[in-house]
């Protein structure tokens, strides 16, 4: 198998992985993944990285909206992370509701430095909470301020471009 598709496969299985842990678990499944080009998202250094991301969400004070509740790990009643052919992932189900499990996750993606570099995806009962449903807007390209998706679809960036902005990003990280 080529690696495109040995990629492919691994992102079929991420999918079935989430639908399984719902229904495994029958709660909130929350999902890590890395929003940078292939090259370094298969990287060592790039799972390293991935791998403090999700331990530093899981340490953040749940529900974002106080400061007085534990942090989220509390809540956590199943933890995985893989390194897969399409990078590091991470899932938790989590016995928390689903409405505020999704703000929190859209917190995570807009107000920390890493945010821009992870996607984090909750999902229910095998269905996928979208932001547009909590009236936040679609999320922002990592380059420009445009939304991400119209600039992935028409390649409005170089692969150099790209890397660089992650670069940026990555020099300015404190865990
Ligand atoms: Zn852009």
């Known amino acids: 198998m ?9 992102r079929d299985a991420r999918w079935q992985r989430r639908f399984d842990l719902c229904s495994i678990h029958r709660l909130p499944v929350l999902s890590l993944t890395l929003r940078v080009p292939y090259k370094l998202r ?8 991935g791998e403090e991301f999700w331990n530093k969400i899981l340490q953040l004070p749940f529900p974002s ?20 052919d399409d990078g590091f992932q991470a899932f938790a189900a989590l016995l928390v509701p689903v409405k505020e499990l999704k703000l ?6 807009t107000d920390f430095f890493f945010g821009p570099l992870i996607d984090l995806d909750v999902m229910e009962a095998g ?19 445009h939304d991400a998706k119209e600039c992935s679809s028409r390649c409005t960036h170089s692969l150099e471009e790209t890397e660089e902005a992650v670069r940026r990003i990555l020099a300015g990280v404190r865990l």
């Open 104 to 109: 929190f996750s859209i917190h995570v993606e």
């Open 65 to 84: 909206s106080t400061s007085s509740r534990g942090p989220l790990s509390i809540y956590v009643r199943y933890n995985e992370t893989e390194q897969t």
């Open 42 to 49: 298969v990287s060592s250094r790039m799972r390293k990285l």
């Open 127 to 145: 269905v996928s909470q979208e932001r547009a449903n909590l009236g936040f807007p679609p999320r922002k390209c990592l380059v420009c301020d």
């Open 2 to 10: 080529t690696r495109f598709f040995r990629m492919l496969a691994a």
